[in-house]
């Protein structure tokens, strides 16, 4: 670098040739860790961050013992995102940072997938759900779809974009009563919504998933298979890199004997299993 200095009152005008060469690179080196250490920190934070799950409602009491499971096994903790499964699939094709996706229903799996947002190799039925007429502990229970005819209120999940919602419907339509309660169903936005509903008092009886029948203090029947569309449940990783290796060990838990135990405990079912008619 080349400065030019006035001295006053000498009259003229001297250069001074400073070398600062040294001290630039050390300026520039030092700089350049800097850098490294944030790009270092950033990534593993990215790693060490919770997994971060989009949930079906249905899942959530199975998923509340699998998650301290997880972090059992691998130090890392999971954060759940509950909700309808069309619901959901949007928020991941619109962008959402989910690692995995869990549906209630493969055809959102699938979207999702079709979208570029899903790893297809990744695609796996972890169960088949099932279907009941729920009541509040103290309340009416009911044996049958049929008998639904005269309550008042009936919830059943928004069949737009609920899966349980869309079986509820398909299974009051066989029983040859939905036309004639339609103007009585009461809509959640998910399963678990749907449930909040008739444990208000805003409903009399609802249909919900087994999995949240059983972790209720209500009675329950359970709706036959053959009444509504088989309610094939599926997953998907959604993350890359690290971060879908990590989701992959999640998978690996809900499909080990410890991971198949607890989702059998909620009544999440594969061919060939059986589950209880009621909670008689």
């Known amino acids: ?38 790009t270092s920190s950033a990534a593993s934070k990215s790693t060490d961050a919770p997994l971060v799950l989009g949930a079906a409602s249905d899942l959530r009491p199975a998923f509340e013992e699998l998650g301290p499971l997880y972090k059992e096994q691998t130090g890392q903790e999971v954060k759940f995102n509950y909700g309808s499964s069309g619901q959901l699939s949007q928020q991941i094709i619109n962008g959402a940072p989910f690692d995995l996706f869990a549906s209630a229903d493969i055809s959102f799996v699938d979207a999702v997938i079709e979208a570029g947002k899903g790893q297809a190799d990744t695609k796996k039925t972890y169960a088949f759900g099932r ?17 639904l005819e005269n309550v008042k209120r009936v919830a059943i999940a928004n069949p737009e974009h609920a899966p349980y919602g869309r079986a509820a419907q398909q299974a009051l339509e066989k029983a040859g009563v939905y036309t004639k309660i339609k103007s009585r169903l009461v809509l959640g936005e998910n399963i678990a919504d749907t449930q909040r ?13 087994l999995s949240l029948a059983k972790a209720s203090d209500g009675t329950w029947t359970l709706v036959p298979e053959s009444d509504h569309k088989p309610l094939e449940q599926a997953l998907v990783v959604t993350a890359k890199g690290e971060r879908a290796t990590q989701a992959k060990r999640f998978v690996d838990l809900v499909s080990s004997p410890e991971g198949r135990k607890i989702m059998t405990k ?13 909670s008689a």
Not at 1 to 29: H, P
Request: net charge negative; charged share 15%; with cysteine.
């Open 1 to 38: 670098m080349v400065i030019k200095v006035d001295l006053a009152g000498s009259g003229m005008t001297r250069v001074l040739l400073i070398a600062l060469c040294c001290c630039a690179v050390g300026l520039l080196g030092a700089c350049g860790d800097d850098e490294t250490d944030s």
């Open 131 to 147: 279907l009941t007429v729920w009541s509040p502990k103290g309340a009416k229970s009911y044996t049958d779809v049929g008998q």
């Open 197 to 209: 509903l008739a444990q208000s008092g805003n409903a009399d009886v609802a249909l919900i998933a």
């Open 266 to 278: 909620y009544g999440f079912l594969l061919p060939g299993d059986t589950a209880p008619e009621s």
